[in-house]
């Protein structure tokens, strides 16, 4: 309705606060999906898709009656082809839509508990590394991990060094698949992830690092790594990987990941003292 208005009458309309702010919500919607999209096999597809509109376009004004014909019949189907190769893209975009705007109204897990649960992670991880045996430990957030809990070997048990270092022997029966962390504790070991369908990734990170990718993907979970080839470590979240950490790095790197605030940052906002208001300042001078 908008577009069929007077050029002059157009401007006007556009300039109205409804207008701007409709033109501002698609604007960012583009956005985010084209951000979303940017990097992943999910851009070729939609760039075919893309193509594939403009030929119909095309069609249709050139007057070419039959391959209109055709594409007019495949674009009954375009909905459900969309849905097919975009799940995981929609699922990931539902579920950081999801995070962003129930955060208000729901209690955060992530950083909870403190910066010193999560140093257990970090020795282990150390240790591993030295002896060059594969790990990888993912940390639950927001997003629940229930079903891959239920298809590992359940622990529920305190999260420590000992644990993890066991868990991870070559000769434990557990050692083979990822060991979750829910919250304080570890809730399963010997869990199956799904593998990351990026095929842009470099041939040197193995299934760890592809699981590790894949099932922070999916949610909102961070992973941390252990290659049993060169022992580097590494930690994965939302997709992204950062390899060749040290201990001091790996710490910063998860607290930084689950926004935990440090604890002597924590000490000083407990010691820093408050601020005399004004009727005090006036009992002490006199």
């Known amino acids: 309705m908008l577009l069929q208005l007077p050029y002059t009458e157009y401007l006007g309309r556009l300039a109205e606060p409804r207008n701007i702010a409709d033109v501002v919500i698609v604007f960012l919607l583009v956005y985010a ?9 999910a851009a070729p597809m939609a760039a075919a898709i893309g193509a594939f509109a ?7 004004q050139q007057d070419l009656g039959t ?14 082809a969309i849905i097919v190769l ?14 962003r705007f129930s955060m208000p109204f729901a209690r955060r897990h992530h950083g909870q508990f403190g910066e010193g649960v999560y140093d257990e992670v970090v020795l282990a991880a150390t240790t591993l590394s030295s002896t ?13 991990l229930k079903n891959i809990i239920d298809g590992g070997v359940k622990l529920d048990a305190e999260l420590s060094y000992d644990l993890l270092v066991s868990i991870f022997n070559p000769e434990s029966p557990l050692h083979d698949g990822a060991v979750i962390v829910r919250r304080h504790r570890v809730a399963a070991a010997s869990c199956f992830l799904p593998l990351t369908l990026n095929s842009r990734l470099s041939r040197d990170l193995g299934t760890r690092h592809r699981a590790a990718l894949g099932v922070t993907e999916d949610t909102d979970a961070v992973a941390v790594v252990v290659s049993e080839e060169s022992g580097l470590i590494s930690i994965v979240k939302r997709g992204e990987i950062k390899r060749g950490l040290d201990g001091p790095k790996l710490q910063a790197a998860i607290s930084q990941a689950l926004e935990i605030v440090p604890r002597r940052e924590k000490v000083k906002q407990i010691e820093k003292p408050a601020e005399p208001d004004a009727d005090t300042e006036e009992v002490a001078s006199l």
Request: glycine residues 10%; positive net charge; proline residues 0%.
């Open 54 to 60: 403009l030929l119909y376009w095309l069609a249709v």
């Open 132 to 144: 060059k045996t594969g790990a990888l430990i993912v940390i639950e957030r927001n997003v629940g």
């Open 67 to 80: 391959l209109a014909f055709i594409l007019r019949g495949a674009l009954l189907y375009i909905g459900v």
């Open 86 to 99: 975009f799940q995981s893209e929609i699922r990931q975009a539902l579920i950081t839509f999801g995070n």
């Open 33 to 41: 999906v084209l951000k979303l999209v940017r990097g992943t096999r």
